[in-house]
C-alpha cells in the first residue's frame, strides 16, 4: 500500500504562485507514473500534469507554460510549481500513482491505483 500526502496549498492571489508536494510512502517511488488532477465544485476530475518514471511529462493545455512538475526519487516526492495562477485554477488538487501505464492510459484518472486526501487552491482575482 501506497500512501501520498499533498501539502502546500492555501489562498492567492491572481498572478501569484504556489507550490504543491506529494510525498509517497513505499520503495518503490521510481518506477511510479505520478500525477496532479484537479476537481472544482460541479466538474469532474481533470489532469493537470503527469510524469512517468522515465520522465516523460505532459501538462493539460490550459496550464502548460505556467505550471511546472518534477520529481525527485530520493525523495520520494512530486511537486507542481503553479506560477501565474487564475481564478478558474481554484480546484482541490490531488496527487496519484499509477503502478502501470502507457502513453495512453497516463491521461487517464483510472488508471492511477493511489490517491492523496487532496489539498485546496483558492486564487481570488
Known amino acids: 500500500q501506497v500512501q501520498l500526502v499533498e501539502s502546500g496549498g492555501g489562498l492567492v492571489q491572481a498572478g501569484g504562485s504556489l507550490r504543491l508536494s506529494c510525498t509517497a510512502s513505499?520503495?518503490?517511488?521510481?518506477?511510479?507514473?505520478m500525477g496532479w488532477f484537479r476537481q472544482a465544485p460541479g466538474k469532474q476530475r481533470e489532469l493537470v500534469a503527469v510524469?512517468?518514471?522515465?520522465?516523460?511529462?505532459r501538462y493539460r493545455d490550459s496550464v502548460n507554460g505556467r505550471f511546472t512538475i518534477s520529481r525527485d526519487n530520493a525523495k520520494n516526492t512530486v511537486s507542481l510549481q503553479m506560477n501565474s495562477l487564475k481564478s478558474e485554477n481554484t480546484a482541490v488538487y490531488y496527487c496519484?500513482?499509477?503502478?502501470?501505464?502507457?502513453?495512453?492510459?497516463?491521461?487517464?484518472?483510472?488508471?492511477?491505483?493511489?490517491w492523496g486526501q487532496g489539498t485546496q487552491v483558492t486564487v481570488s482575482s
Open positions: 513505499g520503495r518503490t517511488f521510481s518506477s511510479y507514473t
Open positions: 510524469i512517468s518514471s522515465g520522465g516523460l511529462i
Open positions: 496519484a500513482a499509477a503502478i502501470q501505464t502507457t502513453i495512453l492510459t497516463m491521461f487517464s484518472s483510472r488508471t492511477y491505483d493511489y
